[in-house]
Every structure is written in C-alpha cells, then in structure tokens.
C-alpha cells in the first residue's frame, strides 16, 4: 500500500472514520512527507480538516506538530492561514512554542494569521500565546546562564 495515501485523503476532506480506518492498518502513513516536505497533518491544516482529524493525526504521529516543510511551515502556519480556532488552539496546546517557529520569510504562526485577516478572536488568541510562549522561553533562557 503507498502510504503517501493518506496526504490524498486530507486532501481531498475524506471521513474521519475512513481516515482513522487507513491509520489503524497503515500508522506510518502519518510520517510520510509530501514532495514539499509536509507532513499529512501540513495537509490536513491547509485543507481546512475537521478538529478530530487534526486531533487523530497529532495522536498517531505528535512530532508532526513541529516538522517543518520546504518552506519552513509548521502545520501551525498552515492552520493560521485556513484552519479554525479550534484547530489552532489545539496544535498549541500539543506544543506551545511551536508559534515561535519562523518560515523560511520570517514569519511566525501570527504574522500568517495577519497576512490573511483572519479573524480578531484567532489574532488575539495568538498573540496572547505567541507572547506566553516567548516569555517561557526567555525565562528558561535566562535560568539555564
């Protein structure tokens, strides 16, 4: 079976219970990378997916939230761009400082988010977390000297 599969099944917004389905046979296809670099869960964020596909990727494959693709994106800054709230939320709670991660441009989950003009509840949000998670990092920077 080509597990590059399950990327097409993001894609194309395929049922949550088919997609669970592949995964309980194929769970490696969660770690397959796109021709871009992307992970299924990049897909799944840019493709707008439902919470619980985002949420069953994440529990199948948790690094998925930090890897970067050729561009530099984490699913983050892809969910920024298209994904809701909820979905957003989510990945950072899995790994708050991922909204620190810059692409290759400089941008941040937040300058995305921007860029699009997504809505005031998603830029407060990351802005409060963006900020939350910076000063975690500093002061465990600052502790570590």
Request: charged content about 20%; some cysteine.
């Amino acid at each position: 079976m080509d597990t590059s599969t399950l990327c097409l099944l993001c894609y194309k917004g395929t049922a949550l219970d088919s997609i669970s389905f592949f995964l309980q046979q194929y769970p490696d296809a969660a770690k397959v990378l796109t021709n871009l670099k992307g992970t299924p869960l990049h897909v799944a964020c840019w493709n707008k997916e439902s919470l619980q596909v985002v949420q069953l990727l994440v529990e199948v494959y948790p690094q998925a939230v930090q890897i970067q693709d050729l561009c530099g994106e984490s699913p983050l800054h892809d969910a920024c761009t298209y994904a809701s709230l909820d979905v957003i939320r989510f990945l950072t709670m899995a790994k708050q400082w991922v909204c620190l991660l810059q692409d290759d441009r400089g941008k941040l989950p937040l300058d995305m988010a921007k860029e699009e003009n997504r809505n005031d509840d998603i830029i407060e949000f990351l802005t409060t977390i963006t900020k939350a998670a910076a000063s975690v990092l500093t002061e465990k920077l600052f502790k570590s000297k």
